[in-house]
Every structure is written in C-alpha cells, then in structure tokens.
C-alpha cells in the first residue's frame, strides 16, 4: 500500500529564498504543520543561465529504501534496507527537494508485475537524532513525511 501524507509538497516545502533584489524574496508565509515540521517555504526560482538559485538547503532529509525481487540464481532476493541522507534543496534544478518525490520513486506497474517490491519513506534527519544511515540493514525512519513504492 503506498501512503502519502498529502499537501507536503505543498505545505512543507522546506525552503528558504535568499536573494538580494526582486519582490521574489518576499518571506514565505509559515506553514500549519506542527511545529517539529514547521519551516517557511517559498515558490522557488527557475534557473538561468545568467542567475544562479538562491534557495538555501536548512535542513537535511533522510531516504530509506527496501527493495526485493523475485530470486535470483543464487537465490539472493535483494540487498538488506538502505538510507541515505542529503539536503532539502536540489541546486541543480533548483527546488525543494520534496517536489516529484513520490513520482519519483514510485513503480511502474510492469515492475510490480515482474515482482520487483519496493519501498521509500522519506524524513527530517532532526526527526530522527543519532540515525545511523550506515547501518545495515538501515532500521525505518520515525515521522515519516512520505512513502512511495509497493512494498510498504
């Protein structure tokens, strides 16, 4: 079953624009989430060649990650849960990095019918102090914001 906690894309994009010209750089109204969740989220900048993003990454998130698929010749049926850990704005694309999440990490449903299981949970890194994500198997996180796959 894959649950979503809605409306946090929408209500808890975790970022903060810091920028020195431009009505852009507004403060973001603060979000209704509970508190251990709340930040001040903002519309972010597309990217151009000539300005660089201005979002700033505040807080880390942490992805788990357990996977299995049918077995293998060796009879292995997957590797042991994973996580990883990295910060709430993609640079690059310049947005949150909660934006597309879920579609992100979502199976196809030939996946699915091949057997292949995943699933993903996603959350704050300072909702879960002294997480090890070099653990192994890595153990699941606590405040879950979002969880993708079909597996979970």
């Known amino acids: ?9 929408t209500v808890v994009a975790p970022l903060v624009v810091v920028s020195c010209s431009g009505p852009e750089a507004a403060a973001p109204s603060p979000s209704p989430v509970a508190a251990s969740s709340a930040v001040p989220r903002a519309t972010p900048l597309p990217p151009t060649t000539d300005q660089p ?10 992805e788990w990650h357990r996977s299995s698929h049918p077995p293998s010749a060796d009879g292995s049926t997957g590797q042991p849960a994973s ?11 310049c947005k949150s990095s909660l934006d597309g999440w879920v579609e992100e990490h979502s199976d196809s449903p030939a996946d699915t019918a091949a057997g292949f299981r995943d699933c993903y949970e996603i ?23 979002m969880q993708a796959g079909n597996d979970c």
């Not at 850990?85 to 694309?93: H, P």
């Open 1 to 9: 079953m894959v649950r979503i906690v809605s409306t946090l894309i």
């Open 53 to 62: 993003c201005h979002l700033v990454a505040v807080r880390d998130l942490i």
């Open 83 to 93: 996580a990883v850990k990295f910060g709430n704005v993609n640079l690059v694309g």
């Open 123 to 145: 959350a704050w890194a300072d909702d879960n102090p002294g997480y090890d994500i070099h653990a192994s198997p890595a153990p699941r996180l606590k405040n879950v914001l």
